[in-house]
């Protein structure tokens, strides 16, 4: 994850990139409150459905203030490159890991929901199967 720190976001792999920029629109969505699974509908296979009750574990249960920039900001902040990691400890099946490191950001009870949920999103649209 640390390697995702103040790194260009147009350098990032087609995945990455595609959930930071769910991430971002969710919240920034919020944030104008409005409705944050409609900003990531059509990113996700199913809808977005999955991606939202992960962001919604983040939402409800973070330990601490997390802080996402804009969708159009071109480098990664911190806490975002910490969930992109997080994504992909889930994708590599490290369960351990990755509960850890939910652990940081949301409470010890949310942590597992929290990879299960991410567990349950499908790839975003427009990478490869």
Request: glycine share 6%; net charge negative.
């Amino acid at each position: 994850m640390y390697d995702l720190i103040d790194r260009a976001v147009t350098d990032l792999r087609t995945p990455d990139r595609l959930v930071l920029d769910a991430m971002r629109a969710w919240v920034h969505t919020l944030t104008l409150a409005g409705e944050p699974k409609r900003a990531v509908a059509g990113r996700f296979i199913d809808g977005g459905s999955s991606f939202d009750a992960a962001m919604t574990i983040l939402d409800r249960c973070s330990a601490d203030t997390l802080s996402f920039q804009r969708p159009c900001h071109p480098q990664v902040e911190e806490i975002e490159a910490v969930l992109l990691g997080l994504w992909r400890l889930v994708l590599e099946g490290r369960q351990p890991e990755a509960i850890a490191t939910a652990a940081l950001l949301v409470d010890a009870d949310a942590a597992r929901d929290l990879v299960r949920a991410i567990r349950n999103i499908p790839p975003p649209r427009g990478t490869l199967h």
